[in-house]
């Protein structure tokens, strides 16, 4: 049988800890592996601008007819603004192609595979730690992933010097995946001199970035948090970035992002999206409208965008809030080892520093789920839960 040749892949590394989590029967579970923002009463609600965009578009809709290959072309202009600023040179020269993609993994995998068939850069550099899925992603489109570092253990902070170092060793071509903002494990950042310097680098050895920008405005701001790709892209002539809407308007399940191509010029800008359409095409022919017309719809609206914006910091804060609590937390329950690096880092994660061990414990013992690299979503955390998870760290350490 044809089938039965068919081996079992393993399980997903934070999406199969949910599904764990969900068949545990203890009461007092707590998730703190898959990125999710929870409010301080532990649930994920809709956003009141969402609602009221979608409250509007229902009243207006008038068709289900397909979208365009490239999605809703109004969202695809709202992205950019964001992306690059409202006075952004690149944009008013039409150096710069959006199309609208199923979530940030969508806007990847498009992004990954219009390089594999149509350019001849087929390695990418991923930092060491990354996200879960880019190696999934990028290998699975083609590319061969390598590494370089990024995070210092011993220091719990970046380590830029191997950084470059590792990145000298790229060949004129490759692509280099940089995250935006808020580092998905370690929430360590570059400074914009950082950002200046990789930038360079890029230019001179003809590295071609990929940024992978997940979460917008969960940093420091909207504007702050798109500083190193402005920087970046003041520099280099080209490059692509693949942007996320599931965490900063809560659109997890609508599927809602963009992948933008920036080129020398309008002529390669265009040639090079009718590719990027073209690989949009063969994989879901155009993409889901509801979430590009929600964000498209908030953003033209001015108190609408207001509200988002005033919801986006509510959330941004309760973050930074939560960071603070669970370092001093630690320490009242008696823990010695230094924590205060977890207040310095930035968006929903923190690189705890704890081990697999330690991570099978609290799992096990205590009902605490934490993704094995001993990555926890700091977004999950609440007054309520802070006491028992801090408790029992105090215990597995
Ligand atoms: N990139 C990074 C760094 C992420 O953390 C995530 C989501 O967790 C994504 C991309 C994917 O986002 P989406 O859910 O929009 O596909």
């Not at 979208?67 to 409202?86: K, T």
């Not at 191509?261 to 095409?281: M, N, P, Y």
């Not at 923190?350 to 934490?370: C, H, M, P, T, W």
Request: some cysteine.
């Amino acid at each position: 049988m044809i089938f039965s040749q068919v081996s079992q892949a393993p399980a997903d590394p934070i999406l199969g800890l949910t599904d764990t989590f969900k068949a545990d029967t203890r009461a007092h579970k707590v998730n703190l592996g898959v990125g999710i923002y929870k409010d301080e009463a532990g649930q994920t609600p809709v956003l009141k601008s969402v609602k009221k965009a979608e409250a509007k578009l229902l009243e207006i809709e008038k068709t289900k007819n397909y979208l365009g290959i490239e999605g809703v072309q109004a969202y695809n202009q709202v992205v950019q603004n964001l992306l690059f600023g409202d006075k952004s040179e690149l944009v008013s020269q039409h150096r710069a192609v959006t199309a609208q993609a199923p979530g940030g993994t969508g806007a990847l995998r498009v992004a990954a595979e219009f390089l594999a068939t149509n350019t001849s850069s087929k390695t990418i550099w991923v930092s060491n730690p990354t996200w879960a899925n880019h190696q999934n992603i990028f290998e699975t489109a083609g590319l061969t992933v390598k590494q370089y570092q990024y995070y210092a253990a011993a220091t719990h902070d970046m380590d830029f010097d191997a950084m470059l170092a590792d990145l000298e060793q790229a060949s004129a071509g490759d692509i280099v995946l940089l995250h935006g903002c808020c580092h998905n494990p370690t929430g360590i950042d570059l400074n914009i001199e950082q950002w200046k310097l990789v930038a360079q680098l890029c230019l001179e050895k003809s590295l071609l970035p990929l940024f992978d920008f997940a979460y917008q405005g969960f940093g420091a701001g909207i504007e702050e948090d798109a500083q190193g790709l402005r920087a970046v892209a003041k520099v280099v002539p080209e490059l692509l970035i693949a942007n996320s809407f599931s965490k900063n308007f809560g659109l997890y399940n609508e599927r809602i992002g963009a992948v933008t191509l920036v080129a020398e010029d309008k002529a390669t800008a265009d040639r090079s999206f009718s590719q990027i359409k073209k690989t949009i095409r063969s994989n879901y022919s155009n993409p889901p409208a509801h979430g590009g017309l929600i964000v498209s719809t908030i953003l033209a609206d001015d108190a609408l965008r207001a509200e988002w914006e005033a919801e986006l910091t509510e959330m941004r804060q309760r973050i930074a809030q939560m960071r603070t609590l669970f370092v001093e937390s630690l320490k009242a329950e008696g823990v010695t080892q230094d924590f205060s690096f977890i207040s310095r880092q930035n968006g929903m994660f923190s690189f705890s520093g704890l081990n697999k061990d330690q991570v099978n414990r609290l799992r096990d013992e205590f009902a605490i789920y934490i993704v094995g690299s001993g990555r926890i979503s700091v977004a999950g955390l609440t007054k309520d839960n802070m006491p028992a998870v801090c408790k029992a760290i105090a215990k597995v350490l």
